[in-house]
């Protein structure tokens, strides 16, 4: 296997330019191509990236000078092109939510063989600072865990032609932002969500511009969840536990001002700053290890994905149905 590592974007896609790209220079990997539909666009976009040449999305997928491939496509095009950049031997980071809905994430994950390595982009789970908050859960220092309080809001108020705004591309709230509360929830309790009721401010367009939901997980847990499009950036999150709670600036993507309090009744105990590296950076130092087989593939797709799939289905039902609790 050829050092650096050698990635493919698919997509000439905000999040690859602003945080892919950054994280994969800094882990000392190489972006050979990117894929866009448009050849123009994919050609300005490699020279003001870094990226050494643009073709289609099919010569990413088929290019012998790439080892693994970025999908940064919007939503309802993740797990065609996943697919397609597994079926050519490629490893795949795809973004959020991998499918839109567990038949799909099934159908994917089913084509996925014992050597693929394909994973779905909650690079969260990569972090230092995943780490610590499992470590101080487990270690009782908030008593027994019972509920996570936890939004991601942030503002696209005036956009217009934002994918998150289209229903065909798999655009709203839930899809978004709302996967990341329920994607941590799962990985702190441990365990899949029973139970959901949501309340939601559609769009003109079909999408959720905001949405809340409780959702109750085995055990007389519960997750408590706000995710949005039109107010200031927020990832604030409460795990809360029978005798304490640990306050969370940003569990999602952490910087240099994020932190982790810990809180035993009122009294503020310890602060965590979080490490230092952005998530992608954990994240596609590991995929890199896993390819070079110095590592063991951890938070896979075939792991999770499907799991993960059915909780935002959960959701979506119950949001569908409007039911009331
Ligand atoms: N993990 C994270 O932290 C994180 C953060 C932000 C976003 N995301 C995810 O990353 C994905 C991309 O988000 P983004 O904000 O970067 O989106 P974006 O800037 O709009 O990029 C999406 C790209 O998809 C391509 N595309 C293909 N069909 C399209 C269509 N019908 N309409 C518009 N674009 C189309 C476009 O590239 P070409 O036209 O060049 O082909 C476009 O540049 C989404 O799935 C989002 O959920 C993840």
Redo the contacts with the bound molecule.
Sequence with gaps: MPDPMRWGVL??????AK?FLPALREAGGVATVV????EN??QT?AAENGVTRAGT?ESVVAADDVDAVYV????D??SVWAAAALAAGKAVLC???IALNAAQAEHLVAAVGPDDLLWE???FAFHPQTTLLERLVAEGRIGDLTEIVSEFHFDITGATG??RL?RE?GGGAL??VGCYPLRLARHLFGSEPVHAATALTPSPGGVELDMAAVVDFPQSRRLIMSAGMRRPMSTFTRIVGTTGELRVTNP??PTARDTVELWVGREHVETWPAASGSA?RHAIDHINAVILGQATAQHTAVQDAVQQARSLDLVRAAATTGEAR
Excluded: C, M
């Design positions: 997509g000439t896609a905000n999040i690859a945080a894929g866009s539909r448009s666009r994919g976009w999305y940064a496509l919007p939503n095009q993740h973004e959020k939510p982009s909650f690079v934002n994918i289209s591309l899809y978004d999602f993507h992608f």
